[in-house]
């Protein structure tokens, strides 16, 4: 183990030692540009992407362009990367993930390498994790890439398509994750090419690159339609889990958070309901809307996992503690909770287009990322994205005061002691950053605050809108900020006057998350760029996390050290390790959910893409599409022609084939039973095929234009895909939420959805080969198609 411990630090050492080398390359052009005008240094950035047009790498040009990008911000933002902001860059050019401390400045460090690569002319994207964040940044560095000669695009979700189109095709674009991903899955529902907005994805610089391929890693985006759906199910369900008590009718199961139904419970179904069996295969409706109805009301707590506001059920992000605008639960959870708050039940919907983050990102030609805290997700990101994460050293050390948790036996005892804490800092005058995990937790802290009398301010999913004035603020003296854990991230929290000398900021931890990255975050709020700072976490025995997992090993702890009572309180590193353990095993659970929702949604992915690529083809075609229709009627008539045409001729089923020709081929006048009479198969089918390419070139006389014939052919063959992938896509969903049960029948789930969901692939492209066949076919045509 030593020795492998050994072999990583000198491989880090070794990486960190070639990164250095890079970057005093680029300081020798830095000390050359320092002489040249303004012009001279703006005529730099024609003359590297000439350079580049003319066969030189991008890899060739970094030092010259990260010095140009290096001059121009001093010139431009008066600030000047570090040695160690080169480095950063440097990773991130090269495709892996920086991993810097806050306040190291991330988004200065993104200035060279979005420049450098900016260069080829493909576009790069600067994801953040909110509009806000886009904005902020694509008009303070904007000002620095325009200067240089280049063009900056905002992408944000109230922009017309026009505009969107306009900000694609800038040099940079700045974007959410969530806007790239919806605007790529509409790409690829439109009819014309020209409604298009989005260019091939090249290069992407994903800002807290954690928070997105990571903790959103199992958030499906999805584009719905309305669904035909009942919302009087969801009241009859709701009302009966609301008759329900704990162990006596049911088990909640923490771990997993899962709750079921025990005998007992099943029997008062049965009985509500008026059934004899809750299980049998008629009730599955029933019975999945009764699941949601326990979730519901049992396992998502508002004000924690939803806030309610203005009659309406928001989700709270869990890990940023944030409101997520426009996001509902999928699978009727969203709707379950509406009926458990009494609030208008909203239509369900259907899945039209959707795609996860992870295969969003890896259709990138080349991503990157950048984070305070990348360091324990390290194998998810070389696993998933093939990204390396390399930590960049500090400019200036890092001299915070980590103090070991503090751990209470009872929530109570540990508020007291949160208060106590606030009130002696707060006389000292020392600024304070409490972070909580759920909304109902800073509220509470906050009204027992003004119990004291202690002015504050507290930043929440209710109060996000002026989060970052606040989070800049925070630093002032006597400062109190309660915020959710990962409050302001991307904005710092910088010291104001007199600061330093009371200890610069105070961060209080009141829980630990199940995530030890978003505790590292919440740490590293505080001591940037060689300010002082403290941190401290209170825990408890009954917080959820140490329920979860930590408790029964702590409790055995705490009696071999004789410690009891309401008041007693122990600091231990020990205990500290103990509840790393346990975010361990919370993040190893985490991490394999997120691995099998990927191995999941691949088979989506393979089948998508060939969707999606089929679809551009016929969409980008500008002469026609026989190519296209001739082969799709091709594949029907052999797939018809064969199925009848099995054993001795005299068994053959040659009616059913004319019933084929007649509903989906020709009028009935024009072929008869005869027409196959002495033929063998194969002259059949070219009997058929004859017929298919002169009702085509009758078509293509009839619509004497090609334009028209060609938007005939596109009409048909978009209507017949988009109609059977969004009944695809809906069914692919249907099976993946059934296909556990079959690993009761020691089956594996995985394999079972790969080989049913090809099947049913299999499937819909004849279907869409026949309805295709059919609707070109049997179509009549008038003249007056127009657009």
Request: hydrophobic residues 35%; contains cysteine; charged residues 30%.
């Amino acid at each position: 183990m030593a020795n492998i411990l050994k072999k990583w630090v000198e491989s880090d050492a070794r990486e960190l030692k070639r990164l250095s080398k890079l970057a005093d390359e680029v300081n020798v052009f830095s000390k050359q540009y320092e002489d040249l005008s303004d012009d001279d240094l703006k005529a730099k950035t024609p003359e590297l992407k000439q350079r580049y047009q003319d066969g030189e790498t991008l890899d060739d040009l970094l030092p010259e362009a990260f010095a140009v990008a290096r001059e121009g911000a001093k010139r431009v933002l008066g600030l000047y990367p570090f040695h160690v902001q080169i480095m950063g860059g440097i990773v991130l050019h090269e495709g892996n993930i920086s991993e810097m401390k806050t306040g190291e400045g991330k988004t200065l460090t993104a200035t060279m390498p979005v420049y450098l690569n900016a260069l080829a002319g493909e576009g790069v994207h600067v994801v953040t994790v909110n509009e806000y964040l886009s904005e902020r940044d694509a008009t303070e560095m904007g000002e620095l890439y325009n200067w240089l000669g280049l063009t900056v695009g905002l992408n944000s979700a109230q922009k017309e398509p026009e505009a969107k189109r306009e900000a694609y095709n800038c040099d940079i674009t700045y974007s959410t994750n969530s806007e790239i991903g919806f605007d790529y899955l509409r790409d690829n529902m439109v009819v014309y090419k020209e409604d298009r907005v989005q260019r091939p994805l090249s290069f992407a610089i994903v800002d807290e690159v954690d928070s997105i391929l990571i903790d959103e890693a199992r958030t499906p985006l999805i584009i719905s339609g309305q669904s035909q759906g009942t919302t009087q199910l969801y009241e009859r369900t709701d009302r009966f889990a609301k008759t329900l008590h704990e162990n006596d009718d049911f088990k909640i199961d923490l771990e997993s958070k899962t709750v079921s139904l025990n005998e007992q419970g099943i029997s008062k179904a049965e009985k509500y309901f008026n059934l004899k069996n809750l299980y049998d295969t008629d009730n599955t409706a029933l019975t999945h809307h009764l699941d949601q109805a326990l979730r519901a009301n049992f396992i998502m707590l508002r004000d924690k996992d939803y806030v309610v506001s203005d009659g309406e059920v928001l989700i709270v992000d869990s890990f940023t503690g944030r409101v997520m605008e426009g996001r509902r639960y999928s699978d009727g959870l969203h709707q379950a909770i509406e009926a458990k708050e009494a609030v208008e039940i909203q239509e369900e919907s259907k899945t039209m287009a959707n795609i996860t983050y992870q295969n969003l990102f890896r259709m990138y030609k080349k991503l990157s990322g950048m984070t305070g805290t990348a360091r324990t997700e390290m194998e998810e990101f070389r696993e998933i994205y093939n990204m390396e994460v390399v930590t960049v050293p500090t400019n200036k050390p890092v001299i915070r005061i980590d103090e070991p948790d503090v751990l209470y036996p009872s929530l109570e005892s540990k508020f007291e002691a949160v208060i106590s804490k606030i009130k002696e800092l707060h006389t000292k005058g020392q600024p304070m950053l409490i972070g909580t995990v759920a909304v109902e937790t800073s509220e509470y802290l906050s009204q027992r605050l003004d119990e004291e009398e202690i002015p504050h301010v507290v930043l929440n999913a209710k109060n996000h809108a002026k989060e970052a004035e606040i989070i800049m603020n925070a630093g002032q003296r006597g400062a109190v900020t309660i915020a959710t854990n990962m409050a302001g991230r991307g904005t710092d929290i910088k010291l104001g006057p007199g600061v330093r000398e009371v200890g610069g900021l105070a961060v209080i931890g009141t829980e630990r998350h199940e995530s030890r990255r978003i505790d590292n975050q919440l740490r590293g709020r505080s001591g940037r760029q060689g300010d002082p700072g403290m941190t401290q976490f209170y825990l408890s025995l009954e917080d959820d996390l140490m329920r979860r997992f930590g408790s029964d090993r702590i409790k055995n702890f705490l009696e071999r050290m004789n410690v009891d009572g309401e008041q007693a309180v122990i600091r231990s590193r020990m205990i500290t390790k103990q509840v790393e353990s346990a975010q361990k095993r919370v993040e190893g659970n985490n991490y394999d959910s997120r691995k099998n929702v990927l191995q999941y949604d691949d088979v989506m992915r393979e089948q998508r893409e060939v969707v999606y690529k089929q679809r551009s083809l016929v969409i980008d075609e500008d002469t026609d599409l026989k190519w296209v229709i001739i082969p799709m009627i091709e594949r029907t008539v052999e797939r018809v022609v064969n199925l009848h045409t099995q054993g001795e001729e005299k068994d053959w089923d040659l009616s059913t084939i004319l019933d084929f020709a007649i509903s989906a081929m020709v009028s009935p006048e024009e072929i008869s039973l005869d027409d196959f009479k002495g033929k063998n198969a194969d002259e059949i089918k070219s009997y058929l095929m004859d017929i298919a390419n002169k009702v085509y070139d009758e078509k293509k006389k009839q619509l004497y234009d090609p334009a028209q014939m060609l938007e005939f052919e596109k009409v048909v063959i978009l209507r017949v895909v988009d109609s059977h992938w969004t009944d695809h896509i809906d069914a692919m969903d249907q099976l993946r939420q059934s296909i556990g049960l079959r690993g009761y029948g020691q089956l594996n789930p995985l394999v079972e959805y790969q080989q049913d969901g090809y099947r049913m692939f299999e499937e819909i492209i004849s279907d869409i080969d026949y309805d295709a066949t059919r609707l070109f076919m049997k179509s009549e045509i008038r003249q007056n198609i127009t657009r």
